[in-house]
């Protein structure tokens, strides 16, 4: 199952919650993250968090979402948005129409910088928590209305 993680920046959140979605799948999901204004580089605190977590950080960039949206991209199931901006754009027509959820959290690379390690740390929290939840569940099983159910549940959880 391919999922993409969007935000405006495809800084901080989205690659919080991709390399949790690969770290902790197991390879039951492939996940991917892109922005609709790619900062062009990845947040270092990302970075400094995921690695002290046991993340493999290698590869990580900063990436538009129209790199997935053309033509031989992989085909998603799910898109989930991790900020608010990138939950109400519009998004580009994505192959196969994959389904929508919003996990929204606050923006850690708008922290002061001796509130980031704490703001990043909350984020990744939250994430997590997401990212565990919708990953306890045999999500290779459901049917498109039960996934999307599956992801708007898993949204509520802080």
């Known amino acids: 199952m391919n999922i993409l993680v969007l935000c405006?920046?495809?800084?901080?959140?989205?690659?919080?919650?991709?390399?949790l979605l690969n770290h902790l799948g197991q390879g039951r999901v492939t996940a991917y993250s892109a922005g609709s204004q790619p900062a062009g580089?990845?947040?270092p605190q990302s970075l400094a968090l995921l690695a002290a977590?046991?993340?493999?950080?290698?590869?990580?960039?900063?990436k538009s979402w129209d790199e997935f949206a053309a033509q031989g991209a992989p085909q998603m199931a799910a898109?989930?948005?991790?900020?608010?901006s990138a939950a109400g754009e519009t998004c580009p027509i994505w192959p196969g129409a994959p389904l929508r959820a919003?996990?929204?959290?606050?923006?850690p690379a708008a922290a002061t910088p001796d509130q980031a390690p704490e703001a990043f740390a909350q984020a990744y929290a939250i994430l997590r928590r997401r990212?565990?939840?919708f990953l306890a569940e045999d999500i290779s099983r459901?049917?498109?209305?039960?996934?999307s159910a599956h992801l708007t549940s898993c949204a509520a959880l802080s």
């Open 131 to 133: 990212a565990e939840a």
């Open 41 to 43: 580089r990845v947040h």
């Open 79 to 84: 898109v989930i948005t991790v900020c608010g």
């Open 53 to 62: 977590k046991g993340h493999d950080v290698a590869g990580f960039r900063s």
């Open 8 to 19: 405006t920046g495809n800084s901080a959140r989205s690659i919080l919650l991709e390399s």
């Open 102 to 107: 919003h996990w929204g959290v606050e923006d």
């Open 142 to 147: 459901m049917n498109d209305a039960q996934l």
